[in-house]
T-cell receptor, first 113, second 111 residues
Framework: GNSVTQMEGPVTLSEEAFLTINCTYT??????LFWYVQYPGEGLQLLLKATKADDKGSNKGFEATYRKETTSFHLEKGSVQVSDSAVYFCALSPANTGNQFYFGTGTSLTVIP | NAGVTQTPKFRVLKTGQSMTLLCAQD?????MYWYRQDPGMGLRLIHYSVGEGTTAKGEVPDGYNVSRLKKQNFLLGLESAAPSQTSVYFCASRWMNTEAFFGQGTRLTVV
C-alpha cells in the first residue's frame, strides 16, 4: 500500500541552525511528493513538490530531493529563522490512483532566537 | 481567486446536535477531500470525491456523511455530534495528480 513515514518531533533549533526533517515513503511506481507547512491557526500551504525521481523541489530556502533508490524526500534548510516555526507535513500522491493523497503525521519545528 | 473557503470557521455543538460544514472551491477542481486533524495524529481522511455526484469513504468515515451536488461544493454533515468529533476539519481540493489546496479549517467543539 501507500504510506508516508515522517520523523517524529518536536524539533527545536536555534536560529541559523541547519534543518533536516526525514521523510520516507512506500508506493508503487513513481508517486508525486510534496512538503506542506502549517503555521499556527492556519491551513496547510504547499511548500515544495517533486513529480519524478531526482527532481529537487525548492522554495523559501527549503529544498527536498526525490530519491527513488532510498524512497525518501527529506526536507532541508541551511539556516532556519524564527518565522520557520510551524508544523511540516510530507505527502504523496500515487502515480496510478491520483484521487488519493497520503500524509505523514507532521513534524513540529520551533526555532528559538 | 478565493481558492478553498470553509464555512464556518468555529462552531460549538452540544452532543446529539447536527450540523453541516461547507467547502467551496473556485478552481474547477475535480477532487475534493475532508480531513480531520487531531493532536499527535496528523491528518486523517474522512471522505473524498472524485467528481460531481460522487463520494467515497476515507480512513475515518463513521459518524459523517458527505454530498457533492455541485462540482464546486463539498458538504460534510454530522447527524448526531459526539465529543469524539471535536477536532479541526480541513477541506482540500486538487486537479488530478497535482498538489492539493487547503481551506483555513473549521474548529469544532462538541460538548
Amino acid at each position: 500500500g501507500n504510506s508516508v513515514t515522517q520523523m517524529e518531533g518536536p524539533v527545536t533549533l536555534s536560529e541559523e541552525a541547519f534543518l533536516t526533517i526525514n521523510c520516507t515513503y512506500t508506493a508503487t511506481g513513481y508517486p508525486s511528493l510534496f512538503w506542506y507547512v502549517q503555521y499556527p491557526g492556519e491551513g496547510l500551504q504547499l511548500l515544495l513538490k517533486a513529480t519524478k525521481a531526482d527532481d529537487k523541489g525548492s522554495n523559501k530556502g527549503f529544498e527536498a530531493t526525490y530519491r527513488k533508490e532510498t524512497t525518501s524526500f527529506h526536507l532541508e534548510k541551511g539556516s532556519v529563522q524564527v518565522s520557520d516555526s510551524a508544523v511540516y507535513f510530507c505527502a504523496l500522491s500515487p502515480a496510478n490512483t491520483g484521487n488519493q493523497f497520503y500524509f505523514g503525521t507532521g513534524t513540529s519545528l520551533t526555532v528559538i532566537p | 481567486n478565493a481558492g478553498v473557503t470553509q464555512t464556518p470557521k468555529f462552531r460549538v455543538l452540544k452532543t446529539g446536535q447536527s450540523m453541516t460544514l461547507l467547502c467551496a472551491q473556485d478552481m474547477n477542481h475535480e477532487y475534493m477531500y475532508w480531513y480531520r486533524q487531531d493532536p499527535g495524529m496528523g491528518l486523517r481522511l474522512i471522505h473524498y470525491s472524485v467528481g460531481e455526484g460522487t463520494t467515497a469513504k476515507g480512513e475515518v468515515p463513521d459518524g459523517y456523511n458527505v454530498s457533492r451536488l455541485k462540482k464546486q461544493n463539498f458538504l460534510l454533515g454530522l447527524e448526531s455530534a459526539a465529543p469524539s468529533q471535536t477536532s479541526v476539519y480541513f477541506c482540500a481540493s486538487r486537479w488530478m495528480n497535482t498538489e492539493a489546496f487547503f481551506g483555513q479549517g473549521t474548529r469544532l467543539t462538541v460538548v
